[in-house]
């Protein structure tokens, strides 16, 4: 069976050109090109393999992940890679590693918070890796609430020191990725005090280990803080903890950028907004949801190629049994999530343009669009990581029995993922945020204040009030003005409703607090209308390629009819459609279901994911699962030998009746 293509026939069925939905998928020809390459060259290289990684201990785990951290340095160095190939290969290597903090969060925070001068010194540092970097906000006491911090940097005038001290149990760091074995320095944040005046949370650069023996400096604790859920999965990572004994540094490793403090000891503004910090947020909130389009692709890869391989029930006089993929309530929960994969791609898409938009806007002191920005990115955070981490679940589901092995890849991978829902915003917290700005809208939306951006159709808040569904029959649903006028008219209903129910309270905070549940439904409706809205804008431009658009349009029209169906309470409560038209949206879903079918296979491949990527014997695409998975069980160490040890000690004695003799 070897060499065999399990699945030929499943690509032979494809509609469309799989090569140029590839480049769609990549967003360029250059982007694709880039990515082909890169993951070919980590595919071939036995240095970066982890098929072995659930079987190895912590330590050797971890021993592990700065080996090929320093490899793909190495390798970064001497094929010259240009810094879009090394981010490339280093997701590519697909291990979470201490590199990930130096250069998604220690870089960034010191281009964002410091100065030219303080650019100058640590820059040069950092990106020749002569230092390694971690980003140490996170405490044991506090996370979300970045105002309850409580490490102290209080200036000493005397020395020109600050003096970085830890005064509770609860404030020591806690959590930061890198900082447990690997980090000489992070980026600290502290409450700034001077002259007993607390001035709030700000940046210092300190240094934490020696640079010539990796030894704490004085004053400083560190370590790991401990295993964390899954076998290997983030157990690569040394999150550590950090507490200070009062620790002197220069004046000048205070990031600077926004506010100083003089050689006297004075605490002044710079003229730099402080808005620009928020730069930085909408840069990594946009990473984080690239990411959620890759993880639930990645899931819904081997869950797709495996419900084609699998055969259950159905055979007719001794034929074949019928393939998992062909049972509808397979199709019903996997091709939400295939649909989810491709609107989260491209809504990512977006929010690289919208984080572009922003940093222009902001150099032009231009800060009009960012509160919107700010909301939209927090919202489609959470929005993607909580769809993102149940559908990988999901997708083990699918699997059935086989999907609980770690060598279908999905346990590692739900493991890996999970966190996303809770580090850069707690995800409920982020939708409390969202809430708040959609109520600060509604209440502006009679003073001529109109509302911006994702916002934009607040602005005919009248009109959707009143407007009342045409679906007639099921394929009135593929136009996508009735769709999102659904999903307009939906969200702006719930948040009416809730400013509503807030104006009773005559303390805002205490109806906010009351609220909070339907707060969090009314912007989950807000964040599912813009990754809607976005879908069918990518649909309005030129997109080649036999076939392309057409099933994309059938993957955008799943994802909102799918939406409709799961948030049916929603949309006929606020009297948005009708119970008719809700059974034609779900007889219209059945239709589309049927025509995606022939293309799964060919959809799933056009992630252009090498079986290296995927790390799963399920997700083979060659779909020659059952050998390889009965190759993979022998290599378990459990099965070194025939008979397990402990047999002499424990078995035997049960069998033979002589436990009172056994050494328990």
């Known amino acids: ?25 990549a967003g360029s020809r250059h982007a694709f090109q880039v990515s082909d390459r890169i993951a070919r060259l980590v595919a071939s290289d036995p240095a970066f393999r982890k098929d072995n990684r659930a079987m190895l201990t912590r330590k050797e785990l971890f021993k592990n992940t700065l080996r090929k951290a320093a490899y793909a340095w190495k390798r970064i160095i001497e094929l010259r890679l240009t810094e879009e190939e090394a981010s490339m290969l280093r997701s590519s290597v697909d291990e979470p590693a201490f590199t990930d903090l130096h250069w998604g969060m220690f870089v960034p925070a010191i281009k964002g918070q410091g100065t030219d001068e303080q650019h100058q010194k640590w820059l040069p540092l950092a990106y020749k890796m002569e230092i390694i970097g971690c980003y140490a906000q996170t405490e044991l006491g506090h996370g979300s609430n970045v105002q309850g911090l409580e490490t102290t940097a209080t200036f000493d005038p005397q020395t020109d020191e600050f003096v970085i001290h830890s005064p509770t149990l609860t404030s020591s760091k806690w959590w930061p990725g890198g900082l447990g074995k690997a980090s000489t320095h992070a980026v600290v944040y502290a ?33 790991d803080i401990g295993m964390k859920f899954g076998n290997g999965a983030y157990n690569t990572m040394d999150n550590g903890v950090l507490r200070f004994e009062h620790v002197r540094i220069p004046r000048n490793q205070m990031l600077m950028r926004v506010s100083q403090v003089t050689r006297e000891g004075k605490y002044v503004q710079s003229n730099v907004p402080r808005q620009l910090l928020y730069g930085t947020m909408v840069y990594v909130r946009q990473t984080i949801v690239a990411d959620a389009s890759c993880a639930l692709s990645r899931a819904v890869c081997i869950a797709t190629r495996y419900s084609a391989v699998r055969r259950q029930f159905g055979s007719k006089n001794g034929g074949p049994e019928t393939q998992v993929i062909d049972y509808k309530t397979q199709q019903n929960r996997l091709f939400p999530l295939l649909a989810s994969a491709y609107a989260f791609r491209f809504v990512g898409e977006w929010l690289k343009w919208l984080y572009t938009d922003v940093t222009q806007r902001l150099q032009a002191n231009d800060f009009s669009t960012l509160p919107e920005a700010h909301a939209c990115t927090a919202g489609l955070k959470s929005l993607t990581t909580t769809a993102t981490a149940d559908g990988i679940e999901e997708c083990r589901k699918l699997c059935g029995g086989h999907g609980y092995l770690c060598s279908s890849g999905l346990p590692e991978l739900f493991a890996v993922y999970v966190p996303a829902c809770t580090y850069e915003g707690d995800n409920i917290v982020l939708l409390l945020q969202v809430a708040r700005f959609l109520m600060k809208t509604v209440s502006q939306l009679g003073s001529g204040n109109m509302p911006v ?80 809205s ?3 804008e ?77 790390g799963s014997v399920l997700g083979r695409y060659d779909g020659n699962v059952y050998p390889k998975l009965y190759e993979e069980a022998w290599k378990d160490p459990l099965n070194d030998s025939v008979v397990p040890d402990g047999y002499h000690e424990y078995i035997r004695p049960l069998l033979k009746q002589q436990l009172r003799n056994a050494r328990l």
Request: hydrophobic share 40%.
């Open 453 to 532: 951006g994702t916002t934009t159709y607040m602005g005919r808040a009248e009109q959707l009030m009143q407007c009342h569904c045409g679906v007639q029959k099921a394929e009135d649903w593929l136009n996508p003005s009735a769709i999102l006028e659904a999903f307009e008219a939906r969200a702006i209903r719930m948040s009416v409703a809730c400013a509503q129910n807030l104006s009773k309270f005559t303390n805002q905070e205490e109806g906010f607090a009351e609220l909070a549940a339907d707060l969090v439904e009314a912007a989950v409706a807000h964040c599912q209308l813009i990754v809607v």
């Open 534 to 536: 976005k879908f069918i």
């Open 1 to 25: 069976m070897d060499g065999v293509d399990q699945l030929a026939p499943e690509r032979k069925n494809a509609q469309f050109d799989v090569d140029e939905m590839k480049i769609v998928w």
């Open 538 to 614: 990518k649909l309005q431009q030129d997109i080649p390629g036999k076939g392309v658009k057409p099933i994309l349009e059938i993957l955008c029209n799943i994802y909102a009819l799918h939406l409709v169906h799961k948030h049916l309470g929603d949309f006929v409560s606020t009297g948005c459609i009708t119970a008719k038209q809700a059974s034609l949206a779900n007889e219209q879903l059945r239709s589309l279901y049927s025509q995606v079918r022939p293309n799964a296979i060919a959809l799933v491949d056009a992630f252009n994911y090498t079986d290296h990527y995927l």
């Open 191 to 223: 409450r700034l005090i001077t002259d007993g005046q607390d001035h709030g949370v700000n940046g210092f650069i300190v240094q934490l280990r020696s640079l010539e023996d990796h030894s704490p400096l004085p004053g400083i604790t560190i370590g």
